[in-house]
């Protein structure tokens, strides 16, 4: 009874990462360059796949839609992060702030069963290629990606949720860049103890149920390669996987030590949480464009086309 008559919180302070206003200048500079580089660099690789007919096929379907979640993710976090690093004003409503907490596990969901579905293709194309065109159809590949919005929309539901209802009535003080379920909770009135299990229960089964997948298609596609007696064969198949093991070894890295850890350690996680909201977003691309022969051809068919038109143009 005694928390119901407290005043609820219709704002919160997001205190960043520092106070500092030198500090706050250099993390201005490098939040607004890695939003750029990650806009710039997700856009090329979707504008080359949709050009490059070529490049019309599961695989870099699945990288495409990659480089939008990638897009549509730190758009989430980073624009509001540069207001508040301007701004001498730091508060963020209620609403947005929850708004916030459900895009972000919404996308974060949505990326992480995207990754396991990136695998589970690969693991077709290696171990059952003459199938692989059957398997992996135009429809089958649209309906793949649409599950893994969907199951991401639930995961982010069941998130948010119960957040909205947990009674804060002050301090509003959040000690992060964005609104981050650890941080919250350490808000709250009450004991927030049986929100932080379900919270951990929902994204451990979330990323657990990813991590099999993973790990289950990199076990056949690994027994599969080393069963080719041509060095070259194995060197071209275990290339195609190489970029995307990369990436998924720092995803679940860093959202295994942010999300599956208790609140009262959320304090260590702000640098990770940069690492992961803003780094890895930015370094997708790269690492996908430095390692895919492909993609890199078609870049360069692709600037020579715009290189052409400016040619004409002129002319």
């Known amino acids: 009874m005694a928390v119901q008559n407290e005043t609820r919180v219709m704002e919160f ?8 206003p030198d500090l706050r200048v250099i993390f201005f500079v490098f939040f607004l360059t890695m939003y750029l580089g990650t806009i710039a660099g997700s856009l090329l690789i979707m504008v080359t796949i949709y050009v490059d007919t070529q490049l019309h096929t599961p695989m870099y379907f699945f990288l495409s839609t990659l480089s939008f979640i ?17 701004l001498p004003s730091k508060t963020i409503s209620f609403s947005e702030c929850i708004a916030q907490l459900f895009f972000l596990h919404f996308i974060g969901g949505t990326e992480c069963l995207h990754l396991s579905l990136m695998a589970y293709d690969r693991y077709v194309a290696i171990c059952n290629p003459l199938r692989y065109t059957t ?29 909205i209802h947990m009674p804060f009535c ?12 650890h941080a919250l909770y350490v808000l709250v009135c009450s ?21 099999l997948v993973v790990s289950i298609s990199y076990t056949f596609i690994i027994s599969t390669v080393l069963k080719i007696r041509s060095a070259e064969g194995r060197q071209r198949a275990f290339s195609t996987c190489a970029s995307h093991l990369l990436v998924v070894t720092i995803h679940f890295g860093s ?21 992961y909201a803003v780094v890895t977003p930015f370094l997708n691309p790269f690492i996908y464009t430095l390692r895919n022969k492909e993609v890199k051809k078609a870049m360069k068919k692709l600037g020579s086309r715009k290189v052409s038109f400016l040619k004409i143009h002129r002319i």
């Open 170 to 181: 002050g301090p509003n003080k959040i000690d992060h860049f964005f609104c981050e379920t």
């Open 191 to 211: 004991s927030s103890l049986f929100i932080e299990i379900v919270d951990m229960l929902n994204s451990g089964l979330l990323i657990l149920c990813c991590f």
């Open 13 to 20: 302070i997001l205190l960043g990462l520092s106070s500092n």
């Open 255 to 275: 959202s295994v030590f942010i999300y599956l850890r208790p609140s009262v350690t959320f304090a260590a996680d702000k640098p990770l949480s940069v690492f």
């Open 135 to 163: 398997i992996m159809t135009r429809h089958v590949c649209l309906l793949l990606v649409l599950s893994t919005w969907v199951l991401g929309l639930i995961h982010a539901f069941a998130q948010v949720f119960p957040t």
């Open 70 to 86: 990638d897009l549509f993710f730190t758009t989430v976090t980073i624009p509001r992060s540069l207001v508040n690093l301007l």
